[in-house]
C-alpha cells in the first residue's frame, strides 16, 4: 500500500516542460530520495506535491485521498509537511513562535474564543508552548528558545523550519535540500535528524544535491533529469546505474557551483563503494 | 509561587500594557480643564479604536487598506438615517448598520484581498472611492455633500450627552476594543495572522488558509471601523460626506503607520498624536497644511518603523548596553 | 463620437500622470502619491508666469523645469534617505509629501480656481458631426509627441536602457556599471515633468487650484493600475481607455457618478486580471 501516488504528473511553464510525465509511488516508513542536476525539476515537483503549483497534467493521490487541484494548506491537512530551499521562515516572531504556528491545525479555535481569550484556549496555548519548545530541542535548537528569528544563523534557520513542519504532526515530510549551505559538521548531524524522523513514523522525500548524505540516509531514489524519470529503484541499484554517472558526468560539462561538489561526492562514494 | 506568576502576567505587555491604558484613561480628566479638551479626547478614543482594528489588517496581517474611511462613513451614515430619519433605537440602528457593514466586508474582501501589493491598494482605495461618491450623490438619505444631523445617543430612556459622559463610554470601549485586538494577535488565529504576513506560502503548508484569515481580520476592521463611526456619529450631531472621504482613509492609515505597525499601542499613540496634531497646528493657520505634511515626512523618514516600535527598540539598546557596561565592570 | 473626442482628451492627461507613476514605479517600486501635486504645479506655475507677463514659449518651459526640479528634491530629501524602508512608509512618505505641496501651493497662490487662456484660440472646430477645442488637438498632439519621445528614449538611447534595465533587475544593473541612484534620482525629475506637462495642457479646458492634483493623481494611478503598474503601453491605453469610459458613462448613465464609475470598473478588471491588463504575471517564487 503506498503513502503517496504519483500518476502521469506534468508541469509547463510557457512552452517549458518542468516535469513530464512522471509516476512513482512512496511506501510508508522509507527515505525517497530525489536527486538530479539544477533544472531537472525537483523543487517544481515538491512544490506540486504541496499544492504550490497546481500541476498542468496527472494526478497526486496521498494514502485514499486525490489532492490534485488542492490547496497547499489542504495538502497540509492531509499530513503533507516540507521544508523550503529558500527559506520561509517568519523572521517577523521568535523562533519558539514559528514553531507554535506549525501547531496551528492543532489548536485553531472559533473567532469568538479567540477575542475573548476563552481559558479552554489559555491552557492550549501554555501546551502549544511547551510542545513547541520540546520540538525545538528535538531538532537541537535549544539553545534558541528565546531567540528572535532574525537573529538566528542560517544553519539554524534550516532547523527551524524543519521543527515547524515537525510540529503539524505530518505523515510525510518535505525536505528541499536541507543541507545545502551548511558547513559539514550540521551536514553530519543532519544523517542523524532524518534517521529518528523515520523513527517517529514520518516518511521522509529528501531533495538534495549532498550526495554523501543521500547515499547514506536512502532507501530509495529517484534520479530526474529534464523532468523525466532517469533511473528509480533501491539506493544500491541506482547508485551504479550507467545511465546516472552517465547523466552526472555529462551534466558537469554545462553545470558549475554545487555541482563540483557533487561529482567529487559521487567518486568519493564511490570510491568507497569498490574498496 | 502563584505571585510570581501574578507578577510575570502583571509585566507581560498584554496586561501591563493594558492596565497602563486604563490608568492613562483613568487620570487623564486630571488634565483635561475643559469640555475643549475632553472633546479632543472623545475623537482621539474614536479614532484610536479605529486604528486598533485597522492594525490588525495593516501591522499584523500585512494587508493594506486606503479605503476604511469608507467604513467608518458607512457606520456614520448607517446610524444616522436609521435612527433619525426612520427613529430606529440608536442600539438598534447601530447593531443594524454593523451587521451590515460585516456582510458588505466579506463579500467584496474575498475578491480584494487576491490581489497584493500596490494593486491591493488601488482596490481599497478605488472601494472607499465608491462608498463615499454613493453617501455624496444619494442625498435625498444622506443630505448629500451639506451633510445631515444625528440624534443623541440613548438606551432605554437615558440619553448619552455631554463630552464628559462620552469620555467614559468612548474609554471603556477603548479598552475593550484593545484588550480584544490583544486576545487575537495571541491566539493561534493571531499568529497566522503574523504568519502570512511574512510568508503567505510558509502560512499555508503548515495548514493555514491564508485567503479565509486576511478576510477574517478585513471584516474585523471594517466593524471596529463602523462602530466608531456609528459613535461619532451620534456625539458630535452633525457629519459630512468627508468621514467617508479618501483623505479620512490617509490620515487613518497614517496614525497606524506614524504609530509604529504591529503594535495595538503604537495604533493608540498614532491616533492620539495625529488627532491632537492638526489642533495645535491651527495656530499656524494657512500653513496647517504643510506642517502636517511635513510632520508626516519626517515621522517617516526618520522613525521608519513608527513611533512606539522605534522608541521601544532605542530602549532596548540603552538597557542591553548598560548591562553590557555593568558585565564588564565586574 | 463626441463623447469618444472628449474621452480621449481626458485619457491623455490620465495617460500622462500614468506614465509618471510607471516611470517612478520602475526605478524604484515606489507609487509616488504625489504625482498628482506635480500636474497641480505645472498649471499653477505657468499662470503665475503668465501673469507676470512671460509669454507661453517662456512660462511653459519654465513652469515644467519647476516642477522638475521639485521632483528631484523630492526624491534627494525624502525617498533618497528612507529607501531602505517598506513600502507602506513610502507610500505614507509620499502622501506627506503631496500634502506639503499642496499646502505649499495654498500659501503661495490660492484657493481660487484660476484659468488659462487655450494656447490657440478657442473656436471649437468640428469633425465628423462632433466638435472638437483646438486645445483638445493640443492635449493628444503633445501626449502622442510624448509618447513617441519615450519610446524612443528608453528603445534606443543609452540613459533610457539604462532606467529600464534598473527596472527588470537592480541588481544585475548595478553589476553593469549601472548608476541605479542616478536613475531613480533622474525618474523622479522626468515624472515631474510629465506631470507638469499634462497639468500645463489641461489647465485652459479645466481650470486650475491648488488641490487638483488629489483626483487628477488617483486617476492616474488608477489607470496606471489598470494597464499593470510599470508597463508603458499598459499606462497609456489604461488613461485612455479610463477617460473614454467614464466620459461615456458621465453622458449615458449618470454624471454624478462619473467619478465612480471609473473605479467600479477598474475593480472588476482586477477582480479578473489581479495585475491590470498588461502588467506582469506570474506567482511567487519558493
Not at chain 1, 490534485?68 to 523550503?84: D, K, Q, S, V
Amino acid at each position: 500500500m503506498s503513502l503517496l501516488r504519483v500518476d502521469r504528473l506534468g508541469k509547463k511553464f510557457g512552452g517549458v516542460n518542468a516535469v513530464d510525465d512522471l509516476s512513482f509511488e512512496i511506501r510508508p516508513g522509507a527515505v525517497y530520495s530525489i536527486i538530479g542536476p539544477n533544472g531537472a525539476g525537483k523543487t517544481t515537483l515538491l512544490n506540486m506535491l504541496t499544492g504550490v503549483y497546481q500541476p498542468s497534467a496527472g494526478r497526486i493521490v496521498f494514502g485514499e485521498h486525490d489532492l490534485t487541484g488542492c490547496a497547499p494548506y489542504e495538502y497540509a491537512r492531509h499530513g503533507i509537511a516540507r521544508t523550503f530551499q529558500n527559506l520561509q521562515v517568519f523572521f517577523n516572531m521568535s523562533a519558539l513562535e514559528n514553531v507554535m504556528v506549525g501547531r496551528y491545525m492543532q489548536e485553531r479555535c472559533g473567532l469568538v474564543s479567540a477575542l475573548l481569550r476563552s481559558r479552554r484556549l489559555a491552557r492550549a496555548e501554555h501546551a502549544c508552548r511547551e510542545e513547541a519548545a520540546e520540538l525545538m530541542r528535538y531538532v537541537g535548537l535549544q539553545n534558541y528558545l528565546y531567540a528572535s528569528a532574525d537573529a538566528m544563523p542560517y544553519g539554524a534557520l534550516k532547523r527551524l523550519e524543519i521543527a515547524r513542519a515537525l510540529a503539524t504532526r505530518p505523515k510525510l515530510m518535505l525536505l528541499d535540500e536541507p543541507a545545502a549551505g551548511l558547513n559539514p559538521t550540521e551536514a553530519l548531524e543532519l544523517d542523524d535528524l532524518i534517521g529518528r524522523l523515520t523513527g517517529r513514523g514520518v516518511t521522509v522525500v529528501l531533495v538534495e544535491h549532498n550526495m554523501r548524505l543521500v547515499m547514506g540516509v536512502s532507501d530509495h531514489i529517484l534520479v530526474l533529469d529534464y523532468g523525466r524519470k532517469l533511473a528509480e529503484g533501491p539506493a544500491l541499484t541506482v547508485r551504479n546505474d550507467p545511465k546516472v554517472i552517465e547523466a552526472y558526468l555529462g551534466s558537469a560539462v554545462s553545470h558549475d557551483g554545487t555541482f563540483g561538489e557533487t561529482i567529487a561526492d559521487a567518486v568519493a562514494v564511490a570510491v568507497e563503494m569498490h574498496r | 509561587m502563584i505571585s510570581g506568576t501574578m507578577l510575570a502576567r502583571l509585566a507581560s505587555p498584554r496586561t501591563g500594557g493594558l492596565l497602563g491604558l486604563a490608568a492613562v484613561i483613568a487620570l487623564l480628566p486630571l488634565a483635561l480643564t475643559n469640555t475643549y479638551f475632553y472633546d479632543i479626547a472623545v475623537l482621539v478614543g474614536l479614532n484610536a479604536i479605529v486604528c486598533i482594528g485597522l492594525n490588525l489588517l495593516i501591522g499584523y496581517a500585512g494587508q493594506i487598506s486606503l479605503g476604511h474611511a469608507g467604513f467608518f462613513g458607512l457606520g456614520a451614515y448607517g446610524s444616522a438615517i436609521l435612527a433619525s430619519r426612520y427613529g430606529w433605537p440608536p442600539l438598534a440602528a447601530m447593531l443594524a448598520t454593523t451587521v451590515a457593514v460585516a456582510a458588505l466586508a466579506f463579500v467584496v474582501g474575498r475578491p480584494i484581498l487576491r490581489l497584493k501589493g500596490h494593486y491591493l491598494a488601488m482596490a481599497t482605495l478605488g472601494l472607499g472611492i465608491i462608498i463615499y461618491m454613493v453617501i455624496a450623490t444619494e442625498d435625498k438619505y444622506t443630505g448629500g455633500p451639506d451633510g445631515i444631523a444625528v440624534v443623541p445617543f440613548s438606551i432605554g430612556g437615558f440619553v448619552l450627552q455631554g463630552e464628559r459622559v462620552w469620555y467614559w463610554v468612548v474609554g471603556a470601549l477603548l479598552l475593550l476594543a484593545a484588550w480584544l485586538a490583544l486576545n487575537l494577535i495571541e491566539s493561534p488565529a493571531g499568529r497566522a495572522l503574523r504568519a502570512l504576513h511574512s510568508s503567505e506560502v510558509g502560512a499555508e503548508v503548515v495548514g493555514i488558509n491564508a485567503a479565509e484569515h486576511k478576510l477574517m481580520v478585513f471584516v474585523i476592521s471594517a466593524v471596529f471601523a463602523c462602530v466608531a463611526g456609528s459613535l461619532g456619529a451620534h456625539y458630535s450631531g452633525f457629519i459630512t460626506p468627508g468621514k467617508a472621504a479618501f483623505l479620512h482613509s490617509i490620515e487613518l492609515v497614517t496614525m497606524v503607520v506614524f504609530g509604529g505597525m504591529a503594535s495595538t499601542f503604537g495604533a493608540v499613540v498614532g491616533a492620539a498624536v495625529l488627532t491632537t496634531l492638526p489642533q495645535l497646528l491651527a495656530a499656524f493657520e494657512d500653513y496647517e497644511m504643510m506642517v502636517f505634511g511635513a510632520v508626516m515626512m519626517g515621522t517617516m523618514i526618520f522613525l521608519p518603523r513608527g513611533v512606539v516600535p522605534s522608541l521601544a527598540r532605542l530602549l532596548a539598546t540603552r538597557r542591553d548596553a548598560t548591562a553590557d557596561g555593568e558585565g564588564n565592570g565586574v | 463620437m463626441q463623447y469618444l473626442l472628449t474621452g480621449l482628451t481626458v485619457g491623455a492627461i490620465y495617460a500622462l500622470v500614468a506614465l509618471g507613476f510607471s516611470i517612478i514605479f520602475n526605478a524604484s517600486h515606489v507609487i509616488n502619491f504625489a504625482q498628482g501635486e506635480f500636474v497641480m504645479i505645472g498649471g499653477m506655475a505657468t499662470v503665475s508666469f503668465t501673469a507676470m507677463g512671460l509669454p507661453y514659449l517662456l512660462a511653459i518651459p519654465l513652469a515644467i523645469v519647476a516642477a522638475a526640479l521639485i521632483g528631484l528634491a523630492l526624491e534627494k530629501f525624502a525617498v533618497e534617505p528612507a529607501r531602505n524602508a517598506s513600502v507602506i512608509t513610502l507610500i505614507i512618505i509620499t502622501i506627506g509629501a503631496s500634502i506639503f505641496l499642496r499646502g505649499l501651493a495654498m500659501v503661495i497662490w490660492d484657493k481660487r480656481f484660476h484659468a488659462l487662456k487655450p494656447f490657440t484660440g478657442d473656436t471649437p472646430i468640428a469633425i465628423a458631426g462632433a466638435t472638437i477645442l483646438p486645445q483638445s488637438l493640443w492635449v493628444l498632439g503633445v501626449t502622442l509627441v510624448i509618447v513617441l519621445t519615450l519610446s524612443w528614449f528608453f528603445g534606443r538611447t543609452l540613459l533610457g536602457k539604462a532606467m529600464l534595465a534598473t527596472s527588470h533587475n537592480r541588481l544585475a544593473a548595478q553589476l553593469v556599471g549601472i548608476n541605479v541612484r542616478m536613475v531613480l534620482f533622474l525618474s523622479f525629475g522626468l515624472s515631474a515633468a510629465l506631470g507638469a506637462v499634462a497639468g500645463i495642457l489641461i489647465a485652459p479646458i479645466t481650470t486650475t487650484s491648488y488641490d487638483v492634483g488629489v483626483m487628477l493623481g488617483l486617476k492616474g494611478f488608477a489607470a496606471a493600475i489598470l494597464g499593470g503598474l510599470g508597463s508603458g503601453v499598459g499606462a497609456v491605453v489604461g488613461g485612455l481607455a479610463l477617460g473614454i469610459v467614464e466620459t461615456m458613462s458621465a453622458g449615458y448613465l449618470s454624471s454624478a457618478y462619473k467619478d465612480a464609475i471609473a473605479f467600479v470598473i477598474i475593480l472588476v478588471v482586477l477582480f479578473f486580471m489581479p495585475s491590470g491588463l498588461f502588467g506582469k504575471r506570474g506567482g511567487d517564487r519558493v
